[in-house]
């Protein structure tokens, strides 16, 4: 098989590749936003997936309800809704529902690269949000965001000192008397460079257990703010995020001394006699960004991390063939200058990410993937242009019937994707088990809950939202009143690739025309009685079955 790199695609995406890198790039997808990146050539593509629209609401904002008499913010002083107000009867578990729902909707709305970026960098550094209060992981999310196409070495090290990541892998207990090596372990293990297979008692590929007690011992003095209100923020240039702080009396400033894997690296031992709080509090942060550029000194941690983005957005199969010619050489871009956004841009606008190069263009990347629970109910919305309750006119209805009872609570949880709430620090086993990957997103325990996603949405009384077929078809059909357009059309806007002539027969004559039950003159007689007369009950019971057996296709669970 040829492969030719990562050498850009060149010539219009046309419709079957915009719907690919829509789907890949993006939670947000519709018939209109194909039909634009089908005229458009890779760099434009690209381009417009790196125009960040400004955020629809900034953070959640409670709706009327106890003793709020007006929607009011609950984490930040909001321009447009006023000052904080947590006066709302919510409790944490409620705060967090609702602030897990929040970041969907804004990732729907999403038409950049930006939010699915931010995802790929929460199952890089997992912290679970029962880890803490629902205003610190508030800041996690906006550090997320800030760095989903920024430079990933100061990401590291600004996640460091975030008071989640802190609380959830215990660095805030991590001092000079009592190292924890909790945080020092996953760093190198899962987020930075891999172990690798293991060598000799005690040694991997990549590091050794020495060198996770230097790292600790690295790490020691960084401390939770409970209280947001004191906490310190990590500067305007890197989004005035609320932070942890040092406690200098806590951290080893004695030597770290560090394995062969990083070339017998040393920290030097540094005297605090006579040094200010100040003066300390630097060299803490000296050496925390000091070990971080040790790591990623290492070519393995680039080629770590490129792997991780390839299996998000690309396949889950990486071969020798693969390794050698895709991931080998974005990791020397990407180690460059550890730039996010020009390592993801060069992955996706290349010939290898469009099956361009080699013979077969369907054989390994497009429609090589099983949509995750997140992808799934997100492009799904998107595509039917479901009418979601507004969440300030409707907040009740927006946050807790449709965003956290319905997607999140029956289908994402069920499906094994709570999305911000992991089972382990290693996240979900879809990005990081081998050898299945993302085929863990489809099998016994999950594949009821992803089918039932159709029903809910059709479901107004648990929706609080009055979804008609009938309207979703006069916005994407051309011509309605015949059932093979009809089929044909929506299914090439639900499906990776045109379905076949028998495939199509299938969902017009058993699935739309009831298996005989209608006849094609039939069904045109039914779609202008309802578009003279305005009643719809005869066309959403035909469109019900055909729209819900779409859904159920296989065709339409991977992308």
């Not at 953070?59 to 609950?74: C, D, F």
């Not at 959403?540 to 065709?555: C, V």
Request: proline share 4%; aromatic share 12%.
């Amino acid at each position: 098989m040829k492969m030719d790199s990562l050498s850009p695609f060149t010539g219009k995406l046309g419709k079957r590749l915009a719907k690919h890198l829509l789907r890949r790039a993006s939670f947000c997808i519709s018939k209109d936003r194909i039909q634009d990146f089908s005229d458009y050539s890779v760099d434009q593509a690209i381009a417009k997936l790196l125009v960040i629209p400004e955020k629809h609401l900034t953070q959640p904002i409670h709706y009327i309800s106890g003793n709020l008499s007006q929607a009011s913010p609950w984490i930040n002083d909001d321009p447009l809704y006023g000052p904080v107000n947590q006066d709302n009867g919510s409790g944490k578990v409620k705060r967090n529902n609702y602030l897990t729902a929040w970041w969907m909707d804004e990732a729907r709305r999403d038409t950049s690269l930006k939010s699915k970026m931010a995802y790929f960098l929460s199952t890089n550094f997992t912290a679970s949000i029962r880890s803490s209060e629902s205003e610190h992981y508030f800041d996690y999310l906006s550090l997320l965001d800030f760095f989903a196409l920024g430079n990933w070495r100061e990401f590291c090290f600004q996640m460091t000192k975030n008071n989640v990541m802190l609380k959830y892998l215990n660095n805030d207990e991590n001092t000079k008397t009592n190292p924890n090596e909790n945080f020092a372990r996953e760093v190198l293990e899962l987020f930075t460079i891999g172990k690798g297979p293991q060598i000799a008692i005690g040694d991997y590929t990549n590091y050794t257990e020495s060198d996770v007690e230097q790292a600790a011992r690295t790490l020691t003095g960084w401390t939770y703010t409970k209280n947001r209100n004191e906490s310190r923020k990590n500067g305007l240039a890197f989004g005035n995020i609320p932070c942890g702080h040092i406690d200098t009396d806590k951290h080893d400033f004695s030597a770290k001394q560090f394995s062969k894997h990083f070339g017998f690296y040393k920290i030097e031992a540094w005297d605090t006699t006579g040094k200010s709080i100040t003066e300390k509090e630097t060299r803490v942060e000296e050496e925390l960004r000091s070990f971080f550029d040790m790591i990623l000194s290492q070519e393995e941690t680039a080629k770590f991390i490129c792997r991780k983005l390839y299996r998000y957005f690309v396949a889950r199969t990486i071969d020798a063939l693969v390794e050698s010619n895709i991931i080998v050489p974005l990791a020397i871009i990407f180690r460059k200058e550890y730039d996010l956004k020009e390592t993801i841009t060069t992955l996706l606008k290349s010939r290898h990410f469009y099956d361009a190069d080699d013979l077969d263009s369907t054989d390994d990347i497009i429609g090589g993937m099983i949509k995750s629970p997140l992808d799934l109910v997100l492009q799904t919305v998107t595509l039917t242009e479901f009418p979601i309750p507004d969440p300030i006119t409707h907040g009740k209805d927006h946050y807790k019937s449709f965003y956290f009872t319905q997607l999140i609570k029956k289908i994402m949880v069920k499906s094994g994707q709570d999305i911000f709430m992991p089972l382990s620090v290693a996240g979900f086993p879809a990005y990081y088990e081998a050898p299945d990957y993302d085929k863990f997103w489809f099998n016994t325990s999950t594949i009821i809950s992803r089918y039932n996603l159709g029903a809910v949405l059709l479901h107004s009384n648990k929706t609080k939202s009055n979804f008609y077929i009938s309207s979703f078809v006069e916005l994407v059909v051309s011509d309605p009143l015949d059932p093979k357009i009809l089929v044909m059309e929506i299914s090439d806007l639900l499906f990776v690739e045109t379905i076949s002539d028998s495939r199509l027969l299938f969902f017009v004559n058993e699935v739309l025309l009831d298996n005989g039950s209608l006849d094609a003159s039939m069904w045109a007689d039914e779609w202008m009685l309802y578009k003279n007369t305005g009643k719809r009950n005869d066309v959403e019971a035909a469109l019900e079955p055909l729209f819900l057996a779409l859904l159920w296709s296989q065709e339409f669970q991977i992308q």
